[in-house]
Structures are given as structure tokens and as C-alpha cells.
């Protein structure tokens, strides 16, 4: 074991606040990153957990957030002719006016609605399922108690974050569009942050009037023989589109979704942010912690120059140091972050934590204990050996 690993586990106690700067640093910039790519994940979910391979959309769009990406109804046959694929459905959202039941009185004006909180109007949007068994559009996390629950008429499902907005719970009956709808399922794990979202199958949508009908559909959901193939398949299918249309693989979906995120010039600027402050805050304590420590133990170090350590090895010494407190920053970052992912679950909220982000965080929280480490080596020059005869 190194003497600055030594050093470091003897004394822990003198070295604790910089790790928990650094720790609290790192947590500050994976919770926001994590809650915002959590949001773009949310709004994702149904197509990111069904059984599609491909992604089929318009050749223009970049990922399935920002702009139109449906592509022309012609273009299923033509997907179609691929002999690897076996399924292909559009993925089609829609939206309209919900309101729960609860104590609707439609006599009642604005004012006496307004006195006696009842239910209020609220838009929403509706996703589809296919709820024929093993289709394409089914998420790969709902059971098939709820599938078979939707497979009824005018049945809807929703997100157990959206119940209180919406004023509904499971069971209840609800207007949406001005026709009667009943709430057969509760969604865990697809919350919207911006618009809450139901869940019903094709035919129910179609009876409600708002079936997918029209010389456009939603991207196409594709799913294949052989999943092995996914890449190569998606290949091919865009040569046979000839720029008509462009086919992703769920994986490069999932990252181009995840990119547009950053995209947005405010949230840039906030997590932009959020980096900078926790350089300033990691820095500073981080750089204050590990110089009161090496003036604290400034009589050890005195004496190995006086046994003949040079300057340099003691310099070293300290880098080293500054490396192994950032090492455990990192690790104690994760771990509250870990935490507070489990808490963000457990109130329905996601975080998206994805590997390269926890590198990349890490990488920086060790550059910065380093960066203060070196800040700090300026207090080795007090370690004179005449000092020890004092």
C-alpha cells in the first residue's frame, strides 16, 4: 500500500470534507442531468419498452421529440416486403379533452364548479396499443391482465403519477372527448412532466372517433424474425426506402433521444450551470480541505526530507492523495445519487443514469481533486527539517 493511500485511511477524518464536496458536487450534476434525461425518457417509454427491433420515420427527423416523424401509410406493404420483418404497426398518439365523473353535475355553472372543486377539463394526450398477443406496440413491462383489461371497449390505462391531475383512480369512469371511458389499469414507470398521457387500444380509439385513418401514421414500430439481424435489416430497409424513409435500431433511437435533450437551449444553460457551480464548490473545499491536511501533518513530511525524500516524491505524495480522495468522492457521489434515484422511483419520478454519464462525471470530479491537489503542494515548502529541532 502507498503512503498517500496509507496516509488517507489513517487519517480519513481530516479528509472527509473533501470527499463530501466532492460528493455532493457530483451528486448536484447527475441528479439534474439525471432528472432531465429522465424527462425525455418518459416521454419515450412506450416506444423505448415495446418489442419493435426498428424504428421506421420520416428521413428528416432526428429523433422522435422534436417535429413530425411520422412517415406516409403507404410505406407499411413496403416495409413489409422485407423478409425478415413479420410485424409492422404505426405508433399513434392522439389527444382531447378528460374529465373525471366524480359529482359531475353538467347544470352547474362555472362559478358553482369553481366553489364546489369539481373536475375540471383537462387536455391529454392518448397512446395506442395493439392488444392482439406479442403485437409490436405492447410494452414488454405490461402484464397481460392489462392488456387483456384494454382489450376491452372504452378502457383506458394511466400513469399512477398522472391519477391525482387527472382526478380519477382505478376503476372510475371519466369523460374523455365527451364519451364515457373507464380506467382499467394503472401505468408505473411513464410518467409526463408536461402533459398527462392515457393509454387505450386501437379499436378503443377508433370508436372514440379518433381512429388512425388518414394518408399519414405515426412512426412505424417493426419488429423481426430475427432480432440478431437488427442492424443489418435496418440497413437494408433504408436502401430499399431510396430517402423515402429511415430506419433505426431501437439502441440509436434511444441515444438520439436522449441527445435531444440537450438540444434545448434552457436546459443547456441550467445544467450548464449546475457544472460550474459544482467546479467552484468541489475546487474550493476540496482545495482548503487538502491544504489544512498537509499543514496539519506538515512535520511527517518534514521528516522524510530530512531521511532524504526529495521535493519531488513528496509532491507526488500529495497528488497521489488528492487522486485517492477523489477516487472515493466518486464513489460516494454514485452512491447518493443511487439514493436518490430510489427515493425519485418510489414518488414516480425517473432518473436517468446512464453509464457514460457517470463516467464522464466521475473523470471530472478526479480532475478536480487532482486540480486542488496541485493547488496545494505550495504548503510543502513550510517542510523545513530545521523546523523538527524547534
Known amino acids: 500500500m502507498s503512503l498517500a493511500l496509507a496516509t488517507l485511511i489513517y487519517e480519513w477524518r481530516r479528509y472527509m470534507a473533501a470527499v463530501m464536496a466532492l460528493a455532493l458536487s457530483g451528486l448536484l450534476v447527475l441528479a439534474m442531468t439525471g432528472v432531465f434525461m429522465g424527462i425525455g425518457q418518459s416521454f419515450t417509454a412506450q416506444t423505448a419498452r415495446s418489442n419493435a427491433d426498428i424504428i421506421v420515420m420520416r428521413p428528416g427527423a432526428t429523433n422522435m421529440m422534436s417535429g413530425p416523424s411520422g412517415v406516409a401509410r403507404r410505406f407499411i406493404p413496403l416495409v ?53 398477443p406479442g403485437s409490436v406496440t405492447i410494452p414488454v413491462d405490461y402484464s397481460q391482465e392489462l392488456v387483456e383489461a384494454l382489450r376491452q371497449p372504452y378502457t383506458i390505462a394511466i400513469d399512477e403519477t398522472s391519477l391525482g391531475t387527472l382526478g380519477v383512480q382505478l376503476g372510475d369512469k ?28 386501437r379499436d378503443s380509439l377508433r370508436m372514440l372517433g379518433q381512429g388512425d385513418s388518414g394518408a399519414r401514421t405515426g412512426p412505424l414500430m417493426v419488429k423481426l424474425r430475427d432480432p440478431a439481424r437488427t442492424a443489418a435489416v435496418a440497413a437494408e430497409l433504408n436502401r430499399m426506402g431510396k430517402g423515402r424513409w429511415k430506419a433505426w435500431t431501437r439502441s440509436e433511437l434511444a441515444e438520439a ?100 454519464l457517470l463516467l464522464i462525471v466521475g473523470a471530472g470530479l478526479i480532475l478536480i481533486a487532482v486540480v486542488s491537489g496541485f493547488l496545494s503542494l505550495g504548503i510543502l515548502k513550510n517542510s523545513q527539517p530545521a523546523d523538527l529541532l524547534r
Open 174 to 201: 371519466a369523460l374523455y372527448n365527451g364519451q364515457t371511458v373507464t380506467v382499467v389499469g394503472v401505468l408505473r414507470g411513464y410518467p409526463n412532466m408536461m402533459q398527462p398521457m392515457i393509454v387505450m387500444s
Open 257 to 356: 433521444n436522449a441527445g435531444a435533450m440537450f438540444e434545448e437551449g434552457i436546459l443547456v444553460i441550467i445544467i450548464g450551470g449546475c457544472v460550474v457551480l459544482g467546479i467552484i464548490i468541489g475546487v474550493a473545499i476540496t482545495w482548503q480541505t487538502l491544504r489544512g491536511a498537509i499543514m496539519a501533518n506538515i512535520k511527517e513530511f518534514a521528516s522524510l526530507r530530512a531521511l532524504g525524500v526529495s521535493m519531488g516524491s513528496l509532491r507526488r505524495i500529495v497528488v497521489e492523495l488528492s487522486f485517492w480522495v477523489g477516487v472515493i468522492g466518486v464513489v460516494a457521489a454514485i452512491g447518493l445519487t443511487w439514493l436518490v434515484k430510489l427515493f425519485a422511483a418510489a414518488n414516480a419520478v425517473v432518473i436517468g443514469l446512464p453509464i457514460g
Open 80 to 132: 413489409y416486403n422485407h423478409p425478415d420483418v413479420v410485424e409492422v404497426q404505426s405508433f399513434f398518439t392522439t389527444g382531447g379533452t378528460f374529465q373525471s365523473v366524480k359529482d359531475y353535475n353538467p347544470t352547474m355553472s362555472a362559478a358553482e364548479r369553481a366553489r364546489h372543486k369539481a373536475p375540471q377539463q383537462k387536455f391529454v394526450m392518448a397512446g395506442i396499443i395493439d392488444t392482439r
